[in-house]
């Protein structure tokens, strides 16, 4: 059984970083795709960022480029999001999804290429 475990989520002041990690269980994830979705109250969830297998290709929403990169560690399977100049609006809860498959350097922006998910983690920035 695949789970993935995020962690790292708290209540940060603006302009304050956060790291999350989320740590794959029961599969390997050195050949899938990775992606960092948010749900913030009464919204849709939607897209943060990407990382294809290989690590060497990464996509961002607008809204958090330039402040937020995500990265992994095939060894460790895990991926990181590093949150920089968060922001009141980043508030949400944060999602990493794994693919089953993936090409070496495709990256996901939509939720239903994703075959796994965790189960959340909590971030909450204040003014």
């Known amino acids: 059984q695949v789970q993935l475990v995020e962690s790292g989520g708290g209540l940060v002041q603006a302009g304050d970083s956060l790291r999350l990690a989320c740590v794959v269980f029961?599969?390997?994830?050195?050949?899938?795709?990775m992606g960092w979705f948010r749900q913030a109250p009464e919204k849709e969830r939607e897209f943060v960022a990407a990382i294809s297998w290989s690590g060497d290709t990464t996509y961002y929403a607008d809204s958090v480029k330039g402040r937020f990169t995500t990265s992994r560690d095939n060894a460790k399977n895990t991926v990181y999001l590093q949150m920089n100049a968060l922001k009141p609006e980043d508030t949400a809860v944060y999602y990493c999804?794994?693919?089953?498959?993936?090409?070496?350097?495709?990256?996901?922006?939509?939720?239903?290429?994703?075959?796994?998910w965790g189960q959340g983690t909590q971030v909450t920035v204040s003014l």
């Open positions: 029961g599969r390997t994830i050195s050949r899938a795709a």
């Open positions: 999804a794994a693919r089953r498959t993936s090409d070496y350097y495709a990256y996901y922006r939509t939720a239903r290429d994703y075959d796994y």
